[in-house]
């Protein structure tokens, strides 16, 4: 139907026109313009004809286009032939390209046919174009019968081809033997394959080989002057001989006979990694809610720092990085024109100007390893501090569990629950009590788990990496399960007389007894003693700051006297100190305690300035996750022997 469509079509007709120009150029040299024809009207009236034929809709449209070309032509030479010879100018200057330039090609368009020259443009016109139809359509017939003639003469000579049960035994038994034989050979290579002599026949053979080859060039060709090229082919046959002598007689190769080999499966290995994540290890400065936080994988923070140079500073200024700690200071260095010297003690309130450093800075969770094309994450435990009862007030601090269930939150994956509210629908699990031990302080912790086996499955497609996670533990309404915050401020740490063995540290803020209580694990960050008075010595002070800021932490000794309303400011930490097995005393660490006397006598307390933070490291949650991730086994890829 298209076909049909696409010849009654304008583009259709002006390729006709062209078509039937290019004839009348060639074959009269001449144009419908000389002759005067409308070959528009005569074209659309062969179309016309052709509608009145119900068959037309099922011929193509090259088959339309020759049949419509063809009564074009006849109807012009029956109409305008007599013209012809008067209409040409100097037909002579011409070669006629079919019977001059061409004369032994057989022409396409002759001037032999049926047609009648006074034919009128009505039935006889009509009568034509039935002809060439009925023509191409015979032709087509004709050529259906052919084909259908080779189909049958294809399904005559298909033949039954397949082996009956004892020629497919018998061909099998041929295999088989093939195949041990090639085992055979396999395992003789195997046992020469360290033999020196089997090694040096193979090279004595190959080195013969060649010899004789050269040996042979040599004779034949001795006088480079006089070779004949066709001599040169004519030794081939021989050079064929000896190649192919040399390779029947040469021991089997080390590589062995070749085996078919066989493309394995690609298998995949599936691989749970187990991580645990601590909120003490967060950073608790800034992020100072115990039960929200952020986790990163894979993440290393880097920051720029000023570092003070001193007069005589212990190294060379400008030569420190986040790897190296800088060139040791022996004989001196200049800055920015002068000369300083080194010393043995470092006098840090000579400042001379400052260096900038690279440093990195690892305050926030971070897990290492960065996790690829990851199946699967779940939440296996979760353990939380238990509550404690304060026995002067009475008064309960029950924060954790007053409900049936607590909610985890992980703000990267809020698909995997649904339920009856938002708090809900956002959770990645519902914990329960499973458990509860305690320490030997009377803190107490509880151990949840899923009440599911709730597990977020990353299907069709794995996810590719995941570089962090904002978790948050919450009560069924949606609200932290605790609001308390970690990270008071020190305001100074003292050391009292009467209390010769423990340091008292004073916060800023007051707290309640959950927040710190005897036997309490403490961690302290950015304690700062310094120089300000010719007393002191730097070296002490440095010690003073490593052992309040080390990353052991420390024991509450005992907790401060309460407020009229039972809160406290203060504790009781260990003061430096060290223990004489012999003598069984236990000695403080009396320089360090001068130079801190010394420090919080020149210090403006009224200020309160911070010095340093403490976290209280025995109230804080820990959560146990597994993670799945699948990767391809190399040793899939490599194909087997058959």
Not at 12 to 34: G, H, R
Not at 189 to 217: A, G, V, W
Request: glycine share 4%; proline share 3%; charged share 25%.
């Amino acid at each position: 139907m298209s076909s049909v469509k696409n010849y009654y079509s304008v583009d259709n007709m002006k390729k006709i026109i062209t078509v039937f120009e290019d004839f009348l150029t060639e074959k009269y040299n001449t144009n419908s313009t000389i002759l005067n024809i409308n070959l528009k009207k005569e074209i659309f009236n062969i179309m016309e004809r052709l509608k009145q034929n119900p068959q037309h809709k099922q011929m193509t449209l090259t088959d339309l286009n020759k049949i419509t070309v063809q009564t074009l032509r006849d109807i012009i030479k029956a109409k305008y032939l007599n013209n012809l010879s008067e209409k040409i100018i100097n037909k002579e200057n011409y070669l006629e390209r079919d019977t001059q330039l061409y004369s032994n090609r057989k022409t396409i368009y002759g001037d032999n046919n049926n047609f009648n020259k006074n034919t009128q443009l009505t039935d006889e016109s009509n009568e034509v174009i039935i002809n060439e139809f009925n023509k191409i359509n015979e032709e087509r017939k004709e050529q259906s019968k052919e084909e259908i003639e080779k189909e049958k003469v294809l399904e005559s000579d298909t033949i039954d081809q397949s082996m009956s049960q004892e020629d497919f035994q018998n061909s099998l038994e041929i295999l088989q033997e093939h195949r041990n034989k090639l085992l055979e050979e396999q395992q003789v290579i195997e046992e020469n394959s360290s033999d020196t002599n089997f090694k040096n026949q193979l090279m004595l053979s190959t080195t013969d080989f060649m010899n004789d080859r050269n040996e042979m060039l040599r004779n034949q060709f001795s006088d480079i002057g006089q070779i004949d090229p066709k001599q040169i082919y004519a030794q081939n046959e021989k050079i064929r001989n000896i190649e192919q002598n040399a390779i029947n007689n040469k021991p089997i190769s080390n590589n062995g006979p070749s085996f078919p080999l066989i493309k394995k499966p690609i298998t995949n290995i599936i691989k749970e990694k187990f991580i645990c994540i601590n909120s003490m290890d967060r950073d608790w400065i800034n992020q100072q809610n115990r039960y929200q936080y952020l986790v990163k994988f894979n993440y290393v923070h880097k920051t720029n720092q000023q570092v003070p140079i001193y007069a005589n500073n212990p190294t060379i200024p400008n030569t420190k990085s986040a790897l190296s700690g800088g060139i040791p200071n022996l004989s001196g260095f200049y800055y920015n024109g002068v000369q300083y010297l080194s010393g043995d003690h470092v006098d840090i309130t000579n400042i001379i100007g400052y260096e900038e450093i690279e440093v990195l800075v690892d305050d926030d969770i971070n897990i290492q390893q960065n996790f690829k094309n990851i199946q699967s994450v779940e939440v296996t435990k979760v353990i939380i501090p238990a509550d404690i009862t304060n026995a002067i007030t009475g008064r309960l601090y029950n924060f954790n569990l007053n409900y049936p269930y607590v909610l985890l939150h992980i703000d990267e994956f809020k698909d995997v629950y649904e339920g009856t509210d938002d708090s809900i629908r956002k959770a990645f699990c519902q914990l329960v009590y499973e458990n509860f031990y305690q320490s030997s302080n009377g803190r107490g912790y509880i151990v949840l788990k899923p009440v599911q086996g709730e597990k977020k499955i990353f299907y069709p497609s794995l996810l590719s990496t995941m570089p962090s996670l904002n978790i948050s533990i919450r009560d069924p309404n949606g609200d932290l399960l605790n609001d308390s915050i970690d990270g008071y401020s020190i305001l100074f740490i003292a050391y009292e007389p009467f209390n010769r063995t423990y340091l008292k540290i004073i916060t800023n803020n007051y707290f309640d007894k959950n927040e710190f209580y005897a036997g309490d694990k403490i961690h302290i960050k950015k304690y700062c003693a310094y120089k300000i008075d010719s007393s002191q010595d730097s070296d002490v002070l440095s010690q003073l700051n490593n052992f309040i800021n080390r990353d052991s932490g420390h024991n509450i000794c005992k907790i401060g006297d309460a407020s009229e309303n039972s809160f406290y400011k203060s504790f009781y930490i260990k003061a430096p100190s060290s223990f004489s097995s012999e003598s069984g005393i236990l000695t403080v660490d009396e320089n360090i305690l001068k130079n801190l006397e010394t420090f919080n006598c020149n210090i403006n307390i009224d200020s309160n300035e911070p010095n340093g933070y403490v976290l209280n490291m025995s109230l804080q949650n820990s959560i146990s996750m597994k993670i799945t991730t699948v990767n391809y086994d190399s040793a899939s890829l490599i194909p087997e022997m058959l």
